[in-house]
């Protein structure tokens, strides 16, 4: 059975840059809070009406075919990560198919928030393996800035997050012992309430009224300690199950990418397992939580600068709403 190899990767983020001063003009907050409790600095947001998710994830994977060298008719299928998709239903994989121009093939839509990308990696592996597909392009992407509550009280919630996609082509490789070596899934649904987004619900009827509206129900809510610290134990169980499974160890891991949804809890997972900062990707400063496409983007700034090179241990790991957490042992 082959394993899944990384043929190329991309990226995408809006050109508008804010910085943690520019958010002062719709919230009480300050460059000093921000970065000391989550390490933001700048964060992109598209223009709103300008650009959807599915745009940023079309410019991900054409950046990922075009270091590939391919053509989207080349693709046998489409796996597309995100918590905000462009409409309700259908979901942003047609939305990336239909503009990628490609019709036909399938589109899958991944809807486990931070876990996305890896429950993605998990789905496209397996397909691969089995030659089910040969050439599948997996997607995070993601429009948070549309979706923020712009009011004093969305000040907790809004600091953090930013617009951006990452994008990754896969594909089998009879290289033995390179590619992903094995992906793990959890979830806990007891925390659903943790991190969520209410309205619009099908759980009751109208879906959204005016009353939820004015009382913002329509904007994410987030228990930040319970995330905090469930966070910083379940990313590193996973860790060191993905390198249990393989008979390795942290001394092996080449580079680990974590869900970028704040350095300080990245930084604590660090110190679990003892990694050096040499040992550990990190880009929120520059992009805030870009939810399922945070682990894509790092995986393409770390290829595309050399910093991952052939044979190296890649691990991947991420917590979010659900809570879901997973992780991925990868031979590159
Ligand atoms: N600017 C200034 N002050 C603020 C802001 C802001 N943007 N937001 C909240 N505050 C204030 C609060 O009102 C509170 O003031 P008070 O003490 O007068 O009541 C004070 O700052 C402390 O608020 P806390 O919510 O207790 O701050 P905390 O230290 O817990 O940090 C944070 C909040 C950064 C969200 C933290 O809980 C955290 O990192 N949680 C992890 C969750 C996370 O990163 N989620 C990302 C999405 S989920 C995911 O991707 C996994």
């Known amino acids: 059975m082959p394993r899944t190899?990384?043929?190329?990767?991309?990226?995408?983020?809006?050109?508008?840059?804010?910085t943690n001063d520019d958010l002062r003009q719709w919230w009480?907050?300050?460059?000093?809070?921000?970065?000391?409790?989550?390490?933001i600095e700048t964060r992109h947001w598209v223009k709103p009406g300008e650009q959807a998710g599915s745009d940023l994830a079309l410019e991900a994977a054409r950046s990922a075919l075009d270091r590939a060298g391919m053509q989207p008719k080349e693709l046998d299928c489409i796996i597309y990560a995100t918590l905000s998709p462009d409409y309700c239903f259908p979901g942003g994989g047609v939305y990336l198919q239909?503009?990628?121009?490609?019709?036909?093939?399938?589109?899958?839509?991944?809807r486990n928030q931070c876990t996305g990308f890896i429950y993605g990696l998990s789905v496209a592996d397996a397909w691969i393996r089995t030659g089910q597909y040969r050439r599948v392009l997996l997607v995070g992407a993601e429009v948070h800035s549309t979706g923020m509550d712009f009011t004093p009280a969305g000040r907790d919630i809004s600091v953090l997050f930013g617009d951006g996609a990452g994008a990754a082509?896969?594909?089998?490789?009879?290289d033995e012992g390179r590619g992903v070596l094995s992906?793990?899934?959890?979830?806990?649904?007891?925390?659903?309430?943790?991190?969520?987004?209410?309205?619009?619900?099908?759980?009751?009827?109208?879906?959204?009224?005016?009353?939820?509206?004015d009382e913002g129900r329509q904007y994410a809510i987030m228990n930040g300690r319970e995330v905090f610290k469930h966070a910083v134990t379940k990313m590193p169980q996973s860790v060191r199950t993905a390198l249990e499974v393989n008979?390795?160890?942290?001394?092996?891991?080449?580079?680990?990418?974590?869900?970028?949804?704040?350095?300080?809890?990245?930084?604590?997972?660090?110190?679990?397992?003892?990694?050096?900062?040499?040992?550990?990707?990190?880009?929120?400063?520059?992009?805030g939580n870009t939810t399922a496409a945070t682990i894509p983007i790092a995986i393409h700034e770390c290829a595309a600068s050399g910093r991952l090179q052939r044979g190296d241990l890649l691990v991947l790991t991420a917590f979010g709403s659900g809570f879901t957490w997973g992780s991925a042992a990868v031979r590159w």
């Open 98 to 110: 239909r503009k990628l121009g490609v019709p036909g093939i399938p589109a899958l839509d991944i």
């Open 247 to 287: 008979g390795l160890s942290e001394a092996d891991v080449k580079l680990l990418i974590a869900h970028q949804a704040n350095l300080r809890i990245n930084e604590m997972v660090q110190r679990q397992l003892g990694l050096r900062d040499d040992q550990v990707y990190n880009n929120i400063q520059r992009y």
């Open 5 to 18: 190899e990384f043929i190329s990767t991309g990226l995408y983020v809006p050109e508008r840059t804010l």
């Open 169 to 174: 082509i896969l594909g089998p490789t009879e």
């Open 183 to 213: 992906t793990h899934l959890w979830a806990d649904g007891r925390h659903a309430e943790q991190l969520w987004c209410e309205v619009e619900t099908s759980a009751r009827y109208p879906r959204v009224s005016h009353q939820d509206l």
């Open 28 to 39: 009480d907050t300050s460059d000093e809070w921000i970065r000391e409790r989550t390490g």
